[in-house]
């Protein structure tokens, strides 16, 4: 009933950026909060930005994305994006969207994953 479809990701040399995007479609009534997720090879998946319906934002815990990573939507095109500034080696990952839908005929929210676009960075 939903997709979440994110696109974006790419190789990108170190300094460099990148902006995903994540589409969502489907039988939609709304749409709560919006994430991207990361998981690199051999480590834990990490919440990497999150912003809700009303625009407000949160970042990973880390140091490690504050200030080069933006997380914004379009409410109307049910689009959110993660703009990513001077990429390091370590922001190599598969980066996936996920989303609280509400969809017809149902009463509450439901969460919802996208597959994932992986961005590369190199030295």
């Known amino acids: 009933q939903v997709q979440l479809v994110e696109s974006g990701g790419g190789l990108v040399q170190v300094g460099g950026s990148l902006r995903l995007s994540c589409a969502a479609s489907?039988?939609?009534?709304?749409?709560?909060?919006m994430d991207w997720y990361r998981h690199a090879p051999g480590k834990q998946r990490e919440l990497v930005a999150r912003i809700s319906s009303g625009g407000s934002t949160t970042y990973a815990d880390s140091d490690s994305v504050k200030g080069r990573f933006t997380i914004s939507r379009d409410i109307a095109k049910k689009t959110a994006f993660l703009q990513m500034n001077s990429l390091k080696t370590e922001d190599t990952a598969g980066y996936s969207c996920?989303?609280?839908?509400?969809?017809?005929?149902?009463?509450?929210?439901?969460?919802?994953w996208g597959k994932g676009t992986q961005v590369t960075v190199s030295a």
């Open positions: 996920h989303a609280q839908v509400r969809v017809h005929g149902s009463f509450s929210h439901k969460g919802y």
């Open positions: 489907g039988r939609i009534v709304s749409i709560r909060d």
